[in-house]
């Protein structure tokens, strides 16, 4: 069931917005009144890489979603999620890069090339940009057919992140394992025969259900 049009527009996309920003506004909120820990900028550089790593999976998660329930409507919240991906992991990197290395390109290469899990989290910084740069409906007019396979640096881009997260991780590796797990879950979910079975299946369904509705209608 679809709702209506200014439901979508006017209730949902603003409350889906409102809910992404909501924990930079708590950040931003603990920054202001000094309540961030005995480390605020570790606590900032957590705290925006694990939700950005959150609202990638979410991301993943919208055409397989659309499958299972063929709700078609959840696709136009795909772009605004992938782009809180873009912000999140921005401040992700920028926390790193000015916090963290104090804006030294000499401690910043350095990093880069010794630790394997900065390695991999800027690679994924990398890659989406040209992502985020090109979400725009003009940029998929202009690169048509390219603008799709341009956008499958998504799945290499979540592998990444969910590679940086468990090389990041010391000690407790259940957190980053359930995004290792979740992120498993949703490339299997998008294997053709799979979302063929899920097409087969929505499709069997549908004719059942009309020809039930046909054979209950009462007559003219």
């Keep these: 069931m679809r709702p209506p049009e200014n439901v979508l527009r006017f209730v949902v996309k603003p409350i889906v917005f409102a809910a992404c920003l909501l924990p930079f506004v708590l950040l931003f909120r603990g920054a202001l009144i000094g309540d961030l820990g005995a480390n605020p900028v570790e606590r900032v550089t957590d705290v925006t890489g694990e939700w950005g790593l959150r609202f990638l999976l979410l991301t993943l998660a919208v055409t397989p979603l659309r499958q299972l329930t063929g709700w078609t409507w ?95 991780v010391k000690a407790d590796l259940l957190e980053p394992l359930v995004y290792a797990l979740v992120l498993a879950v949703l490339l299997v979910m998008r294997w053709p025969p799979l979302l063929s079975r899920f097409r087969s299946g929505r499709a069997s369904a549908s004719v059942t259900a009309r020809s039930r509705g046909g054979a209950t209608a009462p007559s003219p």
């Design 74 to 168: 959840l696709q136009r919240f795909r772009r605004m999620l992938g782009l809180f991906v873009f912000f999140y992991v921005s401040l992700h990197f920028l926390t790193w890069v000015w916090l963290d290395q104090e804006l030294s390109i000499a401690r910043i290469v350095e990093d880069i090339a010794k630790r394997p899990y900065v390695t991999v989290g800027f690679t994924a910084w990398l890659l989406l940009v040209p992502l985020a740069l090109t979400s725009t409906r003009g940029m998929m007019r202009r690169l048509g057919r390219r603008w799709q396979r341009l956008h499958r640096l998504v799945y290499p881009v979540a592998v990444l992140g969910v590679l940086h997260y468990l090389w990041l």
